[in-house]
């Protein structure tokens, strides 16, 4: 059963924009927190950016705050993630996961499979 959906990952150009999408099929009240993430290989699970629902706070790994943006749709339950500037360093797994309290990735309960970023320079 598909809780979280991402969307949106692909082959880039360096300094090129690419947007990731992240639907929720999750009841609000356990998903007040979304974040997004990032793993590539051979490399340790990253944090880049969280929002809550409930408030609108945002927050961001110092890496990214820059160059990606957070957001979300409430009504839609969708939450996105604007990323601009593109380095092949950025080329990852993306993931987005949300939960009902911080956007520590062990209080986040649910996970998306995940899309992939490929950037070539």
């Known amino acids: 059963q598909v809780q979280l959906e991402e969307s949106g990952g692909g082959l880039v150009q360096a300094g090129d924009s690419l947007t990731l999408s992240c639907h929720s099929y999750l009841h609000t009240l356990g998903s007040d927190v979304m974040g997004w993430f990032r793993q590539a290989p051979g490399k340790a699970r990253e944090f880049l950016a969280a929002v809550r629902r409930s408030s609108g706070d945002t927050w961001y790994a110092e890496s990214v705050k820059d160059r990606f943006t957070i957001s979300r749709e409430i009504h839609k339950n969708t939450g996105r993630l604007q990323m601009n500037k593109l380095k092949p360093e950025d080329a990852a797994v993306y993931y987005c996961?949300?939960?009902?309290?911080?956007?520590?990735?062990?209080?986040?309960?649910?996970w998306g499979q995940g899309t992939q970023v490929t950037v070539s320079s």
């Open positions: 996961a949300v939960g009902p309290g911080g956007y520590s990735e062990y209080k986040l309960d649910h």
